[in-house]
């Protein structure tokens, strides 16, 4: 299997862009882009940040699609979904694996259509390895790139629960090599543990999550991160993925997004971070898969306290907002098993609800009162992966590449509608 190898331009604006301008004229009601800058952000660097961060939320409808999952993920998905068909599973050498998910790639990558997809997150490995940007930049879907790297144990945290994220130390000469190959956004995803405030005894591994130390290392983590992403010329997305593995209930839930997305903003504005070029993607507040009212809760109650959450946490100056809807579960013995199969056998919600979810959030907002705070809001959409692409890779496993790319359609289609408030009935 190739090696991912990472290399630093000499001149950052001065490497090869493959990627087409970004169409202002495409962009609706945003017009020309003015923000008074600090006297460190350049005007320049500071117009194609703003602008390539409102692209990935406009026009009204549009999101992302994430296929930033590991190799080892994938190749763990492509088995799972060879289960559901009529062909036994076989075992792959490495370079037949690597083939395979170059090749799974290039079939959602071809198939994500533009008219729904503003932007993909690339795994490095498909960014620079396979150099499949080029498929996305020439359909004027902006490519972007996952940042962060393997998760270790805060020290002294109870039951392995509770992590910090590696890869900030060579972040800056990565992020450069991405956009030097096509990427034009960065995304880095820090995991928080969450469970109920009261005291439950054995039912939750570990105790009352999140501490306060990790949401300070999480929020510090993030900010450095959007602070290095936009040196690189990157736009940051940042992603603060709140567990709903336990026991909180709804309130809970939305308190602790409502903490650590405040505390993300209130750092990346110490980093000194464009916030008018930068992007947040955060989990929808939910009760705890071990909370009995998550059997009863609706879209609506979902809505309500995602809306309220990001009225009170998100500054104004942030131009969007993207949802995901996989998460992963941290109360598990071995944190490098649960890292690396994220969204594989636990986490994530069914792409029905993620897009019942969305859809009752922008609904919520379209029909509130013009005095409610709500209206305020910025766009909000999604970057969803499993959503968009879980029964496609079950057809495309079996052969039906046609029937593949036409899932992938249905579901981006699905997704667009669910942004703009609306529910197609084709996923009722």
């Given at each position: 299997?190739?090696?991912?190898?990472?290399?630093?331009?000499?001149?950052l604006?001065?490497?090869?862009?493959?990627?087409?301008?970004?169409?202002?004229?495409?962009?609706?009601?945003h017009?020309?882009?003015?923000?008074f800058?600090a006297?460190f952000h350049?005007?320049?660097?500071?117009h194609e940040?703003?602008?390539t961060?409102?692209?990935?939320?406009?026009?009204?409808?549009?999101?992302i699609?994430?296929?930033d999952?590991?190799?080892?993920?994938?190749?763990?998905?492509?088995?799972?979904a060879?289960?559901?068909g009529?062909v036994?599973p076989?075992?792959?050498?490495e370079?037949?694996?690597?083939?395979?998910?170059?090749?799974w790639?290039?079939?959602?990558?071809?198939?994500?259509?533009?008219?729904?997809i503003?932007?993909?997150?690339?795994?490095?490995?498909?960014?620079l390895s396979?150099?499949?940007?080029?498929?996305?930049?020439?359909?004027?879907?902006?490519?972007?790139?996952?940042?962060?790297g393997?998760l270790?144990?805060?020290?002294?945290?109870e039951a392995?629960?509770?992590f910090?994220?590696?890869g900030?130390?060579?972040?800056?000469?990565?992020?450069?090599?991405?956009?030097?190959t096509g990427?034009?956004?960065?995304?880095?995803?820090?995991?928080i543990?969450?469970?109920?405030?009261?005291?439950?005894g054995?039912?939750?591994?570990g105790?009352?999550?999140p501490?306060?130390?990790?949401?300070?290392i999480?929020?510090?983590?993030?900010?450095?991160?959007?602070?290095?992403?936009?040196?690189a010329?990157?736009?940051?997305?940042?992603?603060?993925d709140?567990?709903?593995?336990r026991?909180?209930?709804?309130?809970?839930?939305?308190?602790v997004?409502?903490?650590?997305?405040?505390?993300?903003y209130?750092?990346?504005?110490?980093?000194?971070?464009?916030?008018?070029?930068?992007?947040?993607k955060?989990?929808?507040?939910?009760p705890?898969?071990?909370?009995?009212?998550?059997?009863?809760i609706?879209?609506?109650?979902?809505?309500?306290?995602?809306?309220?959450?990001?009225?009170?946490?998100?500054p104004?100056a942030?131009?969007?907002?993207?949802?995901?809807?996989?998460?992963?579960?941290?109360?598990v013995k071995?944190?490098a098993?649960?890292?690396?199969a994220?969204?594989?056998?636990?986490?994530?919600?069914?792409?029905?609800?993620?897009?019942a979810?969305?859809?009752?959030?922008?609904a919520?907002?379209?029909?509130?009162?013009?005095?409610?705070?709500?209206?305020?809001?910025?766009?909000?959409?999604?970057?969803?992966?499993?959503?968009?692409q879980g029964?496609?890779?079950?057809?495309?496993?079996?052969?039906?590449?046609k029937?593949?790319r036409?899932?992938?359609t249905?579901r981006?289609?699905?997704?667009y509608?669910?942004a703009?408030?609306?529910?197609l009935?084709t996923?009722?």
């Open positions: 299997m190739s090696e991912t190898i990472y290399s630093t331009p000499h001149n604006f001065c490497a090869p862009d493959i990627h087409p301008e970004i169409n202002q004229d495409q962009i609706s009601g017009g020309d882009i003015k923000v800058l006297p350049s005007h320049y660097d500071a940040l703003i602008a961060a409102t692209a990935l939320v406009n026009p009204h409808g549009k999101g699609y994430a296929t999952e590991a190799p080892d993920v994938i190749d763990t998905l492509l088995v799972g060879g289960e559901y009529s036994p076989k075992s792959f050498s370079e037949e694996l690597e083939e395979r998910r170059k090749k790639r290039q079939a959602v990558y071809e198939a994500a259509p533009s008219n729904y503003s932007g993909v997150i690339l795994h490095p490995e498909a960014l396979f150099n499949l940007a080029p498929i996305l930049a020439s359909k004027g879907i902006i490519p972007g790139v996952r940042a962060n393997e270790a144990p805060i020290p002294r945290s392995d629960s509770e910090i994220v590696q900030l130390d060579d972040l800056l000469s990565k992020l450069q090599a991405a956009r030097a990427a034009r956004f960065a995304k880095w995803r820090s995991p543990a969450c469970s109920s405030t009261v005291d439950v054995s039912k939750v591994e105790g009352r999550y501490s306060a130390l990790a949401l300070e999480q929020a510090e983590t993030l900010a450095q991160f959007a602070a290095v992403s936009q040196q010329g990157l736009v940051p997305i940042v992603e603060p709140v567990d709903f593995s026991d909180a209930d709804l309130a809970r839930s939305a308190e997004h409502e903490r650590i997305i405040s505390m993300t209130e750092r990346m504005r110490a980093h000194g971070v464009l916030l008018e070029g930068s992007l947040l955060p989990s929808f507040p939910q705890g898969l071990q909370h009995p009212s998550r059997a009863n609706t879209p609506n109650e979902i809505a309500l306290a995602t809306a309220t959450v990001i009225s009170r946490s998100v104004p942030v131009p969007g907002v993207l949802f995901l809807s996989g998460t992963q579960h941290f109360n071995s944190f098993v649960a890292h690396r994220r969204s594989v056998s636990s986490g994530g919600l069914s792409s029905a609800t993620a897009t979810y969305l859809a009752a959030l922008n919520l907002v379209l029909t509130s009162a013009p005095t409610s705070p709500f209206k305020r809001l910025p766009p909000l959409t999604f970057s969803y992966g499993r959503a968009i029964e496609a890779m079950k057809l495309w496993v079996r052969g039906d590449d029937g593949a036409a899932g992938i249905e981006a289609k699905a997704c509608h669910a703009r408030g609306e529910i009935d996923v009722l």
